[in-house]
């Protein structure tokens, strides 16, 4: 494209605000249209954290690409001047000394990922109070950590603004025909447009997306400081489905189940937790941490999951060249925040071609991208 290119970017979530971010560095004269504010409540890239971890089992894509993700964080926190990634680390509990974790331990070697194999006895060095005679090991990642989720989507609006995008909030767009789209005040066209709505976007474009959206909840616990953050860190049981935090910025120790939900609309459902997620958090912090049984709740988030059948992500032409979606994150996009706008913007500039891996086209069901306890 030439030194003019035009792109309206649909939605500042971390699809949205990474891709206007790159297209903007690259010259491009780019609209963001958000229905809200970036990061909003019902937003699927807001609240105060999401998990960056590299290990992605035996794929070795989706590792680099998280890997690439932390150092783009990195970077854009000494752009914006704010603290983005908290540098906890990562602790796995794997259960199986042959499984998912082994298998990534293994790539992260191969891609000179620092990672290391611990027994139960580190792990337990690693909590005040923690389960291991489950364990076959631990996977330790000591430059993983907890992105704050909400300053980071504002953060990437903010420096695209600052280097010449226009962000126009509390508009609800809608595709027209020919390419164009209206946000109320008549047709727009530009050459190239971005739908990157998350969970709307099945709203808008129906069944040929092959997106579901799920009601996933996050759960939060009243505990003493000994479990802030910056002393313990983030966690995952994949076998278990589950994960969380140390107490981020007086939130709470997150603990919750990473099981796919029932189907949710975002414009029409209570964000209201489940009471079957509840208990499962309040199970998996009984099983795991013990000392946290019974630990008060300090409050939830009703977040969505937008996934595609495989959970790979869904980047590709709607249609012409012209037209792009991008989403699908499967409950695994955030952490790879800029390098993820850097690769649609690849794609959506000319300069990469379209990826088969992102396709609009049928799909192998598998979950195994995320930490939800099966390999597909």
Known sequence: MGDDASAIVVGAGVFGAATALALT??????????????????????????LLRSSHGGERYYTQLAWDGRSAW???????????????????????????????????????????????????????????????????????????????VQAMVDLAVR???????????????????????????????????????????GDRLGLTVTQQDACYFTTS????????????????????????????????????????????????????????????????FPALAGAPLAGTRTCQYTTTADTEFLIAPLDTEEVWVAGGGSGHAFKHGPALGELVADMVDGSRKPDARFALSARTPSGSLRTAGHRG
């Open 225 to 288: 400081a000994q479990w802030r953050a910056d002393r313990v860190p983030a966690w995952v049981d994949f076998a278990g489905a589950a994960y969380g935090t140390g107490d981020l910025d007086g939130h709470g120790f997150k603990c919750s189940t990473d099981r796919q939900g029932p189907p949710f609309d975002p414009d029409r459902d209570d964000r209201m937790p489940l009471p079957a997620h509840l208990d499962a958090a309040r199970e998996i912090l009984a099983h795991r």
């Open 74 to 152: 990195r970077a854009l926190e000494a752009d914006a001047g704010r603290e983005v990634l908290v540098e906890t680390g990562i602790v796995w509990f794997a259960r199986d000394e042959r499984g998912w974790e082994a298998d990534s331990a293994q790539v992260c070697a191969e891609l000179g990922i620092p990672v290391e194999r611990v027994d139960g006895d580190r792990v337990a060095e690693l909590f005040p109070s923690v389960r291991i005679d489950d364990l076959a090991f631990g996977l330790w990642e000591p430059h993983a950590g907890v992105l704050r989720a909400r300053v980071g």
């Open 25 to 50: 560095r690259r010259g491009w004269r780019v609209t963001v249209l958000e229905r809200a504010t970036p990061g909003h409540v019902g937003a699927s890239s807001g609240g105060d954290s999401r």
């Open 163 to 205: 280097e010449g995008a226009t962000v126009r909030t509390g508009v609800t767009a809608r595709a027209v025909a020919g390419g164009a789209v209206d946000a109320g005040d008549g047709p727009q066209w530009a050459d190239r447009t971005i739908w990157a709505c998350g969970p709307w976007l099945s709203a808008l474009f």
